[in-house]
């Protein structure tokens, strides 16, 4: 029952549904109602199917110094909430597109205020709106007409073959089933350093007799990441393409180089009727190192960098270690926040295709902040096994001014290195 503000204040003593307060409690009672609260702007968030979360938070605080974003910048649930309280439109907002979806203050909040579910899906109205950061709007219209985000060519997709020295098998031609899909993905089909990679695990499959196949000019990128920035009808239409081509192929089991595709088709393709098994590559290849005849020794002191998409997310944090500690004379140093506790690269949820727009929020790139603790534990090589980071923090080491110190390498390339 809504109680009258004057008499609380003035009055010794009020009586609230027949009961009588006190002055004392009076002032408690005043102290603690809010008499103008506007929740329109919280209401417009939670109204929507999937951000309902957003409602439940407590103020507690715990996600505050787990968001990585806060690290380098002002960010997290509890200062959205706390702006929402206040009124503004985050739907016009540019928090909207800082999260990287990395799942660290969900893993912390005792509320499951869950930011995975609710950014996409005000990301989605504001792409309805076209009201999208112009660096994003360009990854959107390069994924639509060519297939992957950078706007390469469909028909070169494969093309990073040419150069593996070894056969690998292509669906279309070999015209049989195999016991798993390799899907390449984008950056490992196009980008130079994801490229040396992709031709470093076809060797690596080839060595240990594997039976696998490519999709090759038929694959199309599995839009995960522009899924989480907000694009649902590209997500959709990808999946259902690249859905069909498994059915298409009889294929039961994919193995990813790329985290993102390894939540995607775990997640969120069974729900378009997907039906098939997903492994990343170091889960497919920890349980093999034995087989492989390492003649090198490295002799390198390396730290790993968990993806968020492949640990927090998916929850494989020993495959990878597994397959570097395998690796002769490799000694493994872990940075401070690893695990389910590592830090993200800023390259998920759409990051990694808003590195202008987020330089204008933060003190520094994520990817920046996280090669600087490399580069404190004393490690010569920052091993990873996601796609988007490998250029990502190489490019933070040249802008820390870290050159020297500290290399940036696949995990597949390390195990290649010492065959
Ligand atoms: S941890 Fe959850 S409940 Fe606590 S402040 Fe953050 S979002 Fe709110
Ligand atoms: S998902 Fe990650 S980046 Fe987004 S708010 Fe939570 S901790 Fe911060």
Same mark, same amino acid.
């Given at each position: 029952?809504p109680v009258?503000?004057?008499q609380?204040?003035?009055k010794?003593?009020?009586?609230v549904?027949?009961i009588?307060?006190?002055?004392d409690?009076?002032?408690?009672f005043?102290?603690?109602?809010? +008499?103008?609260?506007?929740t329109?702007?919280?209401?417009?968030v939670?109204d929507? @199917?999937?951000?309902?979360?957003? &409602?439940?938070?407590?103020q /507690?605080g715990?996600c505050?110094?787990?968001?990585?974003?806060d @690290?380098?910048?002002?960010? &997290?649930?509890?200062?959205?909430f706390?702006k929402? $309280?206040q009124?503004?439109?985050?739907?016009?907002?540019?928090?909207?597109?800082k999260?990287t979806?990395c799942m660290?203050c969900?893993?912390?909040?005792?509320?499951?205020?869950?930011?995975?579910?609710?950014?996409?899906?005000?990301r989605?109205?504001?792409?309805?709106? @076209?009201n999208v950061?112009q660096?994003l709007?360009?990854v959107?219209?390069?994924t639509?007409?060519?297939?992957?985000?950078?706007?390469?060519?469909?028909r070169k997709?494969?093309?990073?073959?040419?150069d593996?020295?070894v056969d690998?098998p292509?669906?279309k031609?070999?015209?049989?089933k195999?016991? +798993?899909?390799?899907f390449v993905?984008?950056y490992?089909? #196009?980008h130079?350093?994801g490229?040396?990679?992709s031709?470093?695990?076809?060797?690596?499959m080839?060595?240990?007799?594997?039976?696998?196949?490519?999709l090759?000019?038929?694959e199309? /990128?599995s /839009?995960?990441? $522009?899924?989480?920035?907000?694009?649902?009808g590209?997500?959709e239409?990808?999946?259902? !393409?690249?859905i069909g081509?498994?059915?298409k192929?009889k294929?039961?089991?994919v193995?990813?180089?790329d985290p993102?595709a390894?939540?995607?088709f775990?997640?969120?393709?069974p729900?378009?009727g997907?039906?098939?098994?997903?492994?990343?590559?170091?889960?497919?290849?920890?349980?093999?190192m034995?087989?492989?005849?390492?003649?090198?020794k490295l002799? #390198?002191?390396?730290?790993?960098h968990?993806?968020?998409y492949l640990?927090?997310?998916?929850?494989?944090?020993?495959a990878?270690r597994?397959?570097?500690?395998?690796?002769?004379?490799?000694?493994?140093?872990?940075?401070?926040?690893c695990?389910?506790q590592?830090?993200?690269?800023g390259?998920?949820?759409?990051?990694m295709w808003l590195?202008? +727009?987020?330089?204008? !929020?933060?003190?520094?790139?994520?990817?920046?902040n996280?090669?600087r603790e490399?580069?404190?534990t004393g490690a010569?090589?920052l091993?990873v096994?996601?796609?988007?980071?490998?250029s990502r +923090?190489?490019?933070?080491?040249?802008?820390?001014?870290?050159?020297?110190k500290?290399?940036?390498?696949d995990?597949?390339?390390?195990?290649?290195? @010492?065959?």
């Open positions: 029952m009258d503000k004057s609380i204040i003035e010794e003593s009020v009586t549904e027949g009588e307060l006190t002055a409690w009076n002032r408690m005043e102290q603690r109602v809010v +008499f103008d609260y506007d329109d702007a919280l209401d417009k939670t929507l @199917a999937n951000a309902e979360s957003m &409602g439940w938070c407590y /507690c715990q505050i110094p787990v968001c990585p974003v @690290a380098v910048g002002e960010y &997290g649930p509890l200062k959205i706390r929402l $309280q009124g503004q439109d985050l739907f016009n907002h540019d928090d909207l597109w999260c979806t660290n969900l893993r912390v909040c005792p509320k499951e205020v869950d930011m995975i579910k609710i950014m996409p899906a005000i989605e109205e504001a792409v309805l709106e @076209a950061p660096e709007q360009e959107f219209e390069n639509f007409e060519y297939g992957n985000p950078m706007g390469e060519s469909q997709r494969a093309d990073w073959i040419k593996a020295g690998v292509i669906m031609e070999i015209k049989r195999v016991d +798993f899909l390799w993905e984008c490992p089909a #196009y130079g350093r490229q040396e990679a031709r470093a695990l076809a060797r690596v080839n060595l240990l007799n594997l039976d696998y196949g490519i090759g000019t038929e199309k /990128c /839009c995960d990441s $522009q899924r989480l920035a907000g694009e649902t590209l997500f239409e990808f999946a259902e !393409h690249n081509l498994f059915n192929y294929v039961k089991k193995m990813v180089t993102h390894l939540n995607a775990r997640k969120e393709y729900k378009l997907g039906k098939f098994e997903t492994i990343h590559y170091t889960t497919m290849l920890a349980p093999l034995e087989q492989l005849n390492f003649t090198k002799n #390198y002191k390396v730290t790993f968990d993806p968020c640990g927090r997310h998916n929850g494989e944090f020993d990878p597994n397959c570097l500690t395998a690796i002769p004379g490799i000694e493994l140093i872990e940075m401070g926040r695990r389910e590592s830090y993200c690269c390259g998920g949820g759409g990051g590195d202008g +727009f987020m330089a204008d !929020h933060v003190t520094e790139r994520l990817s920046e996280r090669v490399a580069v404190e010569d090589v091993a096994c996601c796609p988007y980071e490998v +923090f190489e490019d933070a080491i040249k802008s820390t001014g870290n050159e020297g500290l290399i940036v390498r995990i597949i390339e390390l195990i290649e290195e @010492a065959l």
